[in-house]
């Protein structure tokens, strides 16, 4: 069943933002499999992030500030100096810098002259930075997620991400959690044949990230059209926001920009 309570908005909410820690005060981060720890010293901050795998679990939890600075020995550590350290570390959320593989577990044909939605979620990215820096100090999947190629060939397509990918026919059947998005996935088929949606690369880089004032992250719409009489599958972009839900505010503009005369060529292994 769809999920997606105010105890569930408020904990999508309270994550993402900025915390103000003074000196010698340390913070810990829970934001589904990934865990992060952090520390402020006069002219320094100390890092750790654990990715997500060892731990597991999916809730997302701020302790700030918290009772130690004691993350276990394989995290991977970071000291940042300062003339002088900021008293805020800031999170925000982010999509991934890579198209995720969305794989069906049966099957899936769309029937000729048909068209469908699918609803498909995401693991988010997360951005940590201080006020008054620039760039990001980190930039890391809130789930960990594997290396898969995605293409015609060795030689044609694209490195991907692949991992657990949920899609949906019906947004009821959705189970939402705080650190991942929701993209709608627009395909219709003009041919006389089934078109097989086996397998899909979501093309998140190219995507802009937006949020509901509760708390649920969404992107713009993908559409994918095939042509009749077995032509090309044109791939596009929608600009306009998904029409299931209202309210969207931008979080993030897309990490890549496709220009007009090269989206076809960026796109075309979309479908395998």
Known sequence: MYTDTIADKAKAAAVWGEYALKVGQAGCWKIGELRVWA????REWQVAHLPGGRLGGDS??????????APPD????????FRQS???IRFSP?????PIVVRSQTPLRLMPKESAQLFVTTPLWVRIDF???SGSVLDVPSVRLSDTWFGASTREGQLCYAGRVDAR????????VPYRVLTVFVVENRDAESLALDKIALPLPHLSLHREPGGAFWTQSVQVQRAKNGGEIEVRLNARLPVVTEHLELVAPPRKRIERNSALKALQVLMG
């Open 60 to 69: 997302v939890h701020a302790e700030v500030p918290s009772s130690d600075f």
């Open 74 to 81: 394989d995290a991977e550590r970071l000291r940042l100096v």
């Open 94 to 98: 982010a999509l991934a810098d890579r």
């Open 39 to 42: 520390r402020r010293g006069e």
């Open 169 to 176: 026919l019906r947004l009821e059947e959705l189970v939402r």
């Open 131 to 133: 006020a008054g820096s």
């Open 86 to 88: 900021s008293p805020v």
